[in-house]
């Protein structure tokens, strides 16, 4: 089955790092191009980064300088490092893939919850 | 990153058809072809519905469709169906700089 499964969120005092992990099964992540979507509470989809199959990773102007996409080919995992988390970084994490860069994101996973608070 | 524009709220009874727009701008609704649609059930993961401004991917029905007009894409949804109450989020690609944007998303309340 082909499926996302994050994990890696929970409470984080402001300014703290947190690392999120997004396991695949039934693909390969390196031969796709995988983002991180967010969603604050009651708000709407916002994208964050993306690592293409090449290597070369992308973001939003709202984390550029603090979050870290990469992956590990051995383990079919993609990976978030969040440093310098503030209130406003509060959302569920979605990872995704886009697996011909339409963006068209095809295959989610359930989301991880990250809390920024003291 | 200005977030594309969405209307807050749309809404129809069963049987009818509605329309959502998504209006950006000529950096990237007007200028790619990389427009895609997305159905979110409260507390799920978003869905692909439409992408490249009118394909569907397989497994969803024909009643969802896309268009594109210049800086704006719509969707619309025939014979709307109990099942699709959800809130809908337009997605466009923006540019090398930019990259990814999303809509402020739609609540579509089936009456």
């Known amino acids: 089955e082909v499926q996302l499964v994050e994990s890696g969120g929970g409470l984080i005092q402001p300014g703290g790092s947190l690392r999120l992990s997004c396991a695949a099964s039934g693909f390969t992540v390196s031969s796709n191009y995988m983002s991180w979507v967010r969603q604050a509470p009651g708000k709407g989809l916002e994208w964050v980064s993306v690592?293409?199959?090449?290597?070369?990773?992308y973001y939003a102007d709202s984390v550029k300088g603090r979050f870290t996409i990469s992956r590990d080919n051995s383990k079919n995992t993609l990976y978030l490092q969040m440093n310098s988390l503030r209130a406003e970084d509060t959302a569920v994490y979605y990872c995704?893939?886009?697996?011909?860069?339409?963006?068209?994101?095809?295959?989610w996973g359930q989301g991880t919850m990250v809390t920024v608070s003291s | 990153q200005s977030a594309l524009t969405q209307p807050a709220s749309v809404s129809g009874s069963p049987g009818q058809s509605i329309t959502i727009s998504c209006t950006g701008t000529s950096s990237d609704v007007g200028s790619y072809n990389l427009v895609s649609w997305y159905q979110q059930h409260p507390g799920k993961a978003p869905k692909l519905m439409i992408y490249e401004v009118s394909k569907r991917p397989s497994g969803v029905s024909n009643r969802f469709s896309g268009s594109k007009s210049g800086n704006t894409a719509s969707l619309t949804i025939s014979g709307l169906q109990a099942e699709d109450e959800a809130d809908y989020y337009c997605?466009?690609?923006?540019?090398?700089?930019?990259?990814?944007?999303f809509g402020g998303g739609t609540k579509l309340t089936v009456l």
């Open positions: 997605c466009s690609y923006a540019g090398s700089s930019t990259l990814g944007v």
């Open positions: 690592i293409y199959s090449g290597g070369s990773t």
């Open positions: 995704a893939r886009d697996s011909e860069l339409l963006w068209a994101f095809d295959i």
